[in-house]
Protein backbone atom coordinates (compact mmCIF):
# COMPACT_ATOMS: atom_id res chain seq x y z
CA UNK A 1 0.00 0.00 0.00
CA UNK A 2 1.14 3.78 -0.35
CA UNK A 3 2.23 5.27 2.99
CA UNK A 4 3.57 9.08 3.95
CA UNK A 5 6.01 7.47 6.29
CA UNK A 6 7.68 10.31 8.57
CA UNK A 7 11.48 10.51 8.68
CA UNK A 8 12.75 11.65 12.15
CA UNK A 9 14.90 14.13 11.89
CA UNK A 10 14.12 16.40 9.00
CA UNK A 11 13.64 20.23 9.24
CA UNK A 12 11.87 22.59 6.85
CA UNK A 13 12.17 23.00 4.03
CA UNK A 14 13.05 19.39 3.83
CA UNK A 15 9.91 17.06 3.55
CA UNK A 16 9.13 15.52 6.59
CA UNK A 17 7.18 12.68 4.71
CA UNK A 18 8.52 10.29 2.30
CA UNK A 19 5.41 8.88 0.16
CA UNK A 20 6.51 5.31 0.15
CA UNK A 21 5.10 1.75 -0.45
CA UNK A 22 5.00 -0.42 2.78
CA UNK A 23 3.52 -3.82 3.28
CA UNK A 24 -0.45 -3.64 3.81
CA UNK A 25 -1.37 -4.48 7.46
CA UNK A 26 -1.94 -7.98 8.80
CA UNK A 27 -5.09 -8.58 10.42
CA UNK A 28 -4.50 -9.20 13.83
CA UNK A 29 -6.69 -10.65 16.83
CA UNK A 30 -9.00 -7.51 18.57
CA UNK A 31 -8.34 -5.36 15.70
CA UNK A 32 -9.52 -4.13 12.64
CA UNK A 33 -7.88 -3.00 9.02
CA UNK A 34 -9.66 -0.19 7.48
CA UNK A 35 -9.46 0.90 4.26
CA UNK A 36 -8.48 4.71 4.69
CA UNK A 37 -11.39 7.41 3.32
CA UNK A 38 -10.01 10.49 4.79
CA UNK A 39 -7.59 11.49 7.43
CA UNK A 40 -7.12 14.79 9.05
CA UNK A 41 -4.05 16.38 9.47
CA UNK A 42 -3.65 17.78 13.29
CA UNK A 43 -1.32 20.20 14.62
CA UNK A 44 -0.09 17.51 16.73
CA UNK A 45 1.24 16.07 13.51
CA UNK A 46 3.52 18.82 13.02
CA UNK A 47 5.02 18.47 16.99
CA UNK A 48 5.51 15.01 15.83
CA UNK A 49 7.09 15.57 12.36
CA UNK A 50 9.38 18.54 14.23
CA UNK A 51 10.41 16.57 16.92
CA UNK A 52 8.82 18.80 19.46
CA UNK A 53 7.35 15.42 20.85
CA UNK A 54 10.24 13.49 20.40
CA UNK A 55 10.29 10.32 18.32
CA UNK A 56 9.55 6.93 19.51
CA UNK A 57 9.62 4.87 15.93
CA UNK A 58 12.47 4.44 13.94
CA UNK A 59 9.43 5.08 10.85
CA UNK A 60 5.98 6.03 11.29
CA UNK A 61 2.94 6.60 9.47
CA UNK A 62 1.24 9.53 11.66
CA UNK A 63 -2.27 10.94 11.25
CA UNK A 64 -5.25 10.32 14.31
CA UNK A 65 -8.26 11.46 12.90
CA UNK A 66 -8.93 8.57 10.33
CA UNK A 67 -11.85 7.91 8.83
CA UNK A 68 -11.83 4.50 7.37
CA UNK A 69 -14.27 1.29 5.85
CA UNK A 70 -13.88 -2.48 8.02
CA UNK A 71 -12.17 -4.28 5.44
CA UNK A 72 -11.30 -7.06 7.91
CA UNK A 73 -11.94 -8.01 11.39
CA UNK A 74 -15.55 -6.95 11.70
CA UNK A 75 -17.13 -6.94 14.39
CA UNK A 76 -20.99 -7.06 16.13
CA UNK A 77 -20.53 -3.12 16.70
CA UNK A 78 -18.54 -2.40 13.76
CA UNK A 79 -19.73 -4.60 10.52
CA UNK A 80 -17.49 -5.32 6.87
CA UNK A 81 -17.92 -2.23 5.14
CA UNK A 82 -19.70 0.20 7.80
CA UNK A 83 -17.38 3.42 8.26
CA UNK A 84 -15.77 3.98 11.47
CA UNK A 85 -13.09 6.85 12.92
CA UNK A 86 -10.43 6.69 15.12
CA UNK A 87 -8.85 9.00 17.47
CA UNK A 88 -5.55 10.09 19.09
CA UNK A 89 -6.44 7.32 21.91
CA UNK A 90 -5.22 4.14 20.06
CA UNK A 91 -5.85 1.79 22.86
CA UNK A 92 -4.60 1.73 26.79
CA UNK A 93 -3.70 -1.12 29.13
CA UNK A 94 -7.05 -1.49 30.91
CA UNK A 95 -5.84 -2.45 34.13
CA UNK A 96 -3.73 0.92 35.71
CA UNK A 97 -5.42 2.36 38.29
CA UNK A 98 -6.84 5.86 36.13
CA UNK A 99 -8.25 3.26 33.50
CA UNK A 100 -9.96 0.99 36.69
CA UNK A 101 -11.38 5.01 37.79
CA UNK A 102 -13.03 5.74 34.84
CA UNK A 103 -10.34 7.89 33.87
CA UNK A 104 -8.09 5.91 30.49
CA UNK A 105 -7.48 9.13 29.52
CA UNK A 106 -5.13 9.41 32.04
CA UNK A 107 -3.62 5.50 31.63
CA UNK A 108 -0.15 4.76 32.20
CA UNK A 109 0.45 2.70 29.15
CA UNK A 110 -1.64 4.63 26.54
CA UNK A 111 -1.06 4.02 22.76
CA UNK A 112 -1.65 6.96 20.86
CA UNK A 113 -2.60 6.86 17.33
CA UNK A 114 0.21 8.08 14.36
CA UNK A 115 2.62 8.29 17.16
CA UNK A 116 3.34 5.34 19.34
CA UNK A 117 1.77 3.28 16.66
CA UNK A 118 0.85 3.99 12.82
CA UNK A 119 -1.62 6.35 11.71
CA UNK A 120 -3.75 7.39 9.02
CA UNK A 121 -1.72 8.78 6.22
CA UNK A 122 -1.82 5.84 4.48
CA UNK A 123 -4.09 3.56 2.10
CA UNK A 124 -4.40 1.20 5.05
CA UNK A 125 -4.74 1.36 8.84
CA UNK A 126 -4.72 -1.19 11.79
CA UNK A 127 -6.37 -0.19 14.75
CA UNK A 128 -8.14 -2.17 18.09
CA UNK A 129 -11.63 -2.69 17.12
CA UNK A 130 -12.16 -1.11 20.62
CA UNK A 131 -10.81 1.97 19.93
CA UNK A 132 -12.63 2.64 17.09
CA UNK A 133 -16.48 4.41 16.73
CA UNK A 134 -19.20 4.16 14.05
CA UNK A 135 -19.28 7.21 12.35
CA UNK A 136 -22.90 8.38 12.17
CA UNK A 137 -24.91 9.31 8.84
CA UNK A 138 -25.29 12.49 7.52
CA UNK A 139 -21.32 12.97 8.78
CA UNK A 140 -19.38 12.64 5.75
CA UNK A 141 -15.93 11.56 5.60
CA UNK A 142 -14.05 14.61 4.89
CA UNK A 143 -16.48 16.74 7.12
CA UNK A 144 -16.04 13.86 9.94
CA UNK A 145 -11.58 13.49 10.06
CA UNK A 146 -11.35 16.91 11.44
CA UNK A 147 -13.95 16.06 14.43
CA UNK A 148 -12.00 13.17 15.42
CA UNK A 149 -9.01 15.35 17.26
CA UNK A 150 -10.16 18.62 17.11
CA UNK A 151 -13.81 18.03 17.63
CA UNK A 152 -13.34 16.00 20.31
CA UNK A 153 -10.55 17.69 22.29
CA UNK A 154 -12.69 20.90 22.53
CA UNK A 155 -15.71 19.41 23.56
CA UNK A 156 -13.73 17.18 26.85
CA UNK A 157 -12.32 20.76 27.13
CA UNK A 158 -16.08 22.02 27.54
CA UNK A 159 -16.57 19.02 29.97
CA UNK A 160 -13.52 19.47 31.67
CA UNK A 161 -14.49 23.27 32.42
CA UNK A 162 -17.82 22.04 33.67
CA UNK A 163 -19.81 24.39 31.14
CA UNK A 164 -24.13 23.98 31.98
CA UNK A 165 -26.00 25.65 29.19
CA UNK A 166 -26.68 29.00 29.02
CA UNK A 167 -23.34 30.43 30.66
CA UNK A 168 -21.22 32.52 29.76
CA UNK A 169 -17.85 31.02 28.51
CA UNK A 170 -14.44 31.73 26.71
CA UNK A 171 -12.71 31.07 24.48
CA UNK A 172 -8.87 31.85 24.41
CA UNK A 173 -7.46 30.77 20.68
CA UNK A 174 -9.70 30.12 17.88
CA UNK A 175 -8.72 27.39 15.32
CA UNK A 176 -9.63 24.09 14.37
CA UNK A 177 -10.62 23.09 18.09
CA UNK A 178 -12.71 25.83 18.98
CA UNK A 179 -14.47 26.67 15.78
CA UNK A 180 -16.10 23.41 16.84
CA UNK A 181 -16.57 24.05 20.07
CA UNK A 182 -18.45 27.15 19.50
CA UNK A 183 -20.90 25.31 17.51
CA UNK A 184 -22.05 23.05 20.82
CA UNK A 185 -21.93 25.83 23.21
CA UNK A 186 -24.08 27.66 21.16
CA UNK A 187 -26.53 24.93 21.08
CA UNK A 188 -26.55 24.75 24.48
CA UNK A 189 -27.51 28.51 24.50
CA UNK A 190 -24.06 29.72 25.94
CA UNK A 191 -22.83 33.06 25.62
CA UNK A 192 -19.50 33.04 23.81
CA UNK A 193 -17.01 35.63 24.02
CA UNK A 194 -13.85 35.11 22.04
CA UNK A 195 -10.24 36.13 22.51
CA UNK A 196 -8.05 35.47 20.04
CA UNK A 197 -4.36 36.87 18.31
CA UNK A 198 -4.85 36.33 14.51
CA UNK A 199 -7.00 38.76 12.34
CA UNK A 200 -8.51 35.96 10.97
CA UNK A 201 -9.15 33.91 13.76
CA UNK A 202 -11.42 37.09 14.92
CA UNK A 203 -13.22 37.71 11.85
CA UNK A 204 -13.91 33.51 11.44
CA UNK A 205 -15.15 33.93 15.49
CA UNK A 206 -17.73 37.03 14.51
CA UNK A 207 -19.11 35.23 11.52
CA UNK A 208 -19.60 32.41 13.18
CA UNK A 209 -21.91 34.72 15.59
CA UNK A 210 -19.68 34.77 18.78
CA UNK A 211 -21.29 37.07 21.50
CA UNK A 212 -18.36 39.36 21.97
CA UNK A 213 -14.71 39.65 20.02
CA UNK A 214 -11.24 40.39 20.97
CA UNK A 215 -8.02 40.62 20.64
CA UNK A 216 -6.01 38.33 23.09
CA UNK A 217 -5.23 41.21 25.52
CA UNK A 218 -8.59 42.43 25.55
CA UNK A 219 -10.59 41.85 28.15
CA UNK A 220 -14.47 40.40 27.99
CA UNK A 221 -16.98 43.31 29.39
CA UNK A 222 -18.60 40.11 31.81
CA UNK A 223 -17.22 38.12 34.36
CA UNK A 224 -17.14 34.47 32.50
CA UNK A 225 -18.29 31.85 34.21
CA UNK A 226 -15.84 29.53 32.18
CA UNK A 227 -13.07 29.79 29.76
CA UNK A 228 -11.18 27.73 27.71
CA UNK A 229 -7.39 28.26 26.24
CA UNK A 230 -5.93 27.07 23.34
CA UNK A 231 -2.96 28.75 22.64
CA UNK A 232 0.30 27.22 23.97
CA UNK A 233 1.03 30.31 26.03
CA UNK A 234 1.16 30.72 30.06
CA UNK A 235 0.24 34.11 29.29
CA UNK A 236 -3.16 33.35 27.94
CA UNK A 237 -3.87 31.02 30.54
CA UNK A 238 -3.14 33.89 33.26
CA UNK A 239 -5.21 35.99 31.06
CA UNK A 240 -8.42 33.62 30.78
CA UNK A 241 -8.25 33.47 34.82
CA UNK A 242 -8.25 37.29 35.04
CA UNK A 243 -11.86 37.27 33.27
CA UNK A 244 -13.05 34.55 36.12
CA UNK A 245 -16.44 35.09 38.06
CA UNK A 246 -15.38 33.62 41.62
CA UNK A 247 -16.10 29.99 41.35
CA UNK A 248 -15.36 29.99 38.14
CA UNK A 249 -12.94 27.44 35.63
CA UNK A 250 -10.45 27.71 33.30
CA UNK A 251 -9.46 24.44 31.31
CA UNK A 252 -6.52 24.49 29.45
CA UNK A 253 -6.37 22.81 25.87
CA UNK A 254 -2.91 22.61 25.55
CA UNK A 255 -0.82 19.27 25.31
CA UNK A 256 2.53 21.85 26.78
CA UNK A 257 3.11 25.08 27.27
CA UNK A 258 5.82 27.66 27.30
CA UNK A 259 5.63 29.05 30.67
CA UNK A 260 3.35 29.66 33.46
CA UNK A 261 3.98 33.40 34.57
CA UNK A 262 3.92 34.09 38.37
CA UNK A 263 0.68 35.47 39.08
CA UNK A 264 -1.43 37.19 41.85
CA UNK A 265 -3.32 34.54 43.63
CA UNK A 266 -5.00 36.73 46.26
CA UNK A 267 -6.57 38.51 42.78
CA UNK A 268 -6.71 35.56 40.52
CA UNK A 269 -6.87 31.95 42.07
CA UNK A 270 -8.60 33.04 45.15
CA UNK A 271 -12.68 32.62 45.47
CA UNK A 272 -12.39 29.12 44.13
CA UNK A 273 -11.96 29.89 40.72
CA UNK A 274 -9.78 26.45 39.15
CA UNK A 275 -7.39 26.28 37.00
CA UNK A 276 -7.41 22.44 34.95
CA UNK A 277 -5.55 21.13 32.25
CA UNK A 278 -7.20 18.85 29.49
CA UNK A 279 -5.57 15.81 28.90
CA UNK A 280 -6.45 13.67 25.88
CA UNK A 281 -10.16 11.84 26.27
CA UNK A 282 -11.99 8.65 26.93
CA UNK A 283 -13.97 6.90 24.27
CA UNK A 284 -17.21 7.95 25.86
CA UNK A 285 -16.21 11.62 24.95
CA UNK A 286 -15.61 10.61 21.15
CA UNK A 287 -19.26 8.66 21.21
CA UNK A 288 -20.94 11.38 22.89
CA UNK A 289 -19.31 14.46 20.54
CA UNK A 290 -20.10 12.44 17.32
CA UNK A 291 -24.11 12.05 18.15
CA UNK A 292 -24.01 16.16 19.42
CA UNK A 293 -21.94 16.64 15.68
CA UNK A 294 -24.53 14.91 14.17
CA UNK A 295 -27.26 16.49 15.89
CA UNK A 296 -26.63 20.07 15.51
CA UNK A 297 -24.98 19.14 12.16
CA UNK A 298 -21.22 20.43 12.72
CA UNK A 299 -19.78 20.78 9.15
CA UNK A 300 -16.36 22.08 9.82
CA UNK A 301 -14.57 24.27 6.97
CA UNK A 302 -11.74 21.90 5.26
CA UNK A 303 -8.90 21.89 2.81
CA UNK A 304 -8.10 18.27 0.71
CA UNK A 305 -4.93 16.86 0.45
CA UNK A 306 -4.22 13.96 -1.95
CA UNK A 307 -1.71 11.32 0.42
CA UNK A 308 0.96 12.66 -2.51
CA UNK A 309 0.40 15.89 -1.23
CA UNK A 310 1.00 15.04 2.32
CA UNK A 311 3.74 17.38 2.81
CA UNK A 312 1.48 19.79 2.08
CA UNK A 313 -1.09 19.32 4.07
CA UNK A 314 1.65 19.61 6.99
CA UNK A 315 2.76 22.73 6.09
CA UNK A 316 -0.54 24.10 5.30
CA UNK A 317 -1.10 23.42 9.11
CA UNK A 318 2.22 24.83 9.69
CA UNK A 319 1.55 27.89 7.87
CA UNK A 320 -1.77 28.47 8.43
CA UNK A 321 -2.74 28.93 4.46
CA UNK A 322 -5.58 27.20 4.79
CA UNK A 323 -8.98 28.31 6.39
CA UNK A 324 -10.33 25.34 6.82
CA UNK A 325 -8.59 21.73 8.53
CA UNK A 326 -6.53 19.92 6.63
CA UNK A 327 -7.52 16.49 5.28
CA UNK A 328 -5.86 13.70 3.45
CA UNK A 329 -7.55 11.74 0.82
CA UNK A 330 -5.31 8.83 -0.10
ZN1 LIG B 1 -4.59 2.21 31.93
ZN1 LIG C 1 -4.82 15.87 17.24
Known sequence: MKAAVLIPGRTAPQPFLEIEEVPRPEPQTGYVVLRVLACGVCRTDLHIAEGDMPPVRPKLIPGHQIVGEVVTGATAELALGSRVGVSWIGGVDGDCWYCQHGMENLCDHPAFTGYTINGGYAEYALVRADFAFPVPEGLDDVHVAPLLCAGIIGFRSLRVAGVAPGERVGLFGFGSSASLA????????????????????????????????????????????????????????????????????????????????????????WGERQLRSVANMTRQDARDFLAIAQEIKIHPQVAVFSLQDANKALLAVKEETERGSAVIVP
Open 182 to 269: IKVLQSWKCEVYVATRGENHRQTAVSMGATWVGKEDEMPPVKLDRAITFAPSGKVVVSALSTLRKGGVVAINAIHLDQMPAFDYDKLL
